[in-house]
């Protein structure tokens, strides 16, 4: 008894599309709905015949993990080594010495925010930073 439209899977056109209910009389008394497809115009004589779509299964939730905030990582105890020297973004080239993320010159022993301890030598004594030439 809704007007409002009714999703159906329609069997005619085949596609989920909406249908309209029309009301059916005998003579002056309302005996049923019609319900007339939308998309193609098929009708199913009784709501007992339509293809109403909350017959259809359900499209699935889909979530992600994507989307969930990454832990942030936490400086431990090996600060002691924070110079460019360690730092994972240090470019050393036969001319210069750089920070690959500034693109900057810069030295061994420079300290800088960006550090990221190279990840090569975890906790064994890593070879002494390279010297200026
Ligand atoms: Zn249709």
Same mark, same amino acid.
């Given at each position: 008894? +809704? ?8 069997? %005619?056109? #085949?596609?989920? !599309? &909406? *249908?309209?209910?029309?009301?059916? @009389?005998? #003579?002056?008394? /309302? !005996?049923?709905e *019609?319900?007339i497809? +939308?998309?193609?115009? *098929?009708? @199913?004589?009784? %709501?007992?015949? !339509?293809?109403?779509?909350? *017959? ?11 989307? /969930? ?6 400086? $431990? ?5 924070? $110079? ?8 050393? =080239? ?5 920070? #690959? &993320? $500034? =693109? /900057?010159?810069t030295?061994? +022993? ?8 190279? +990840? $090569? %030598? ?9 010297r =200026?030439?």
């Amino acid at each position: 008894m +809704t007007k409002q439209p009714i999703e159906i899977q329609c069997a %005619a056109c #085949g596609k989920l !599309t &909406l *249908a309209r209910a029309e009301p059916l @009389y005998d #003579g002056f008394k /309302k !005996t049923g709905e *019609a319900f007339i497809c +939308t998309g193609c115009g *098929a009708r @199913y004589a009784s %709501a007992a015949e !339509t293809p109403f779509a909350s *017959a259809a299964p359900a499209r699935p939730h889909i979530f992600s993990d994507a989307d /969930k905030p990454r832990p942030l990582s936490i400086f $431990s105890d090996d600060e002691r080594q924070r $110079s460019c020297g360690w730092c994972r973004h240090f470019v050393v =080239n036969p001319f210069s010495q750089r920070c #690959g &993320l $500034s =693109n /900057k010159a810069t030295e061994a +022993t420079d300290l800088c925010a960006r550090f990221e301890k190279k +990840t $090569s %030598a975890p906790d064994a004594d890593p070879p002494p930073p390279p010297r =200026n030439v």
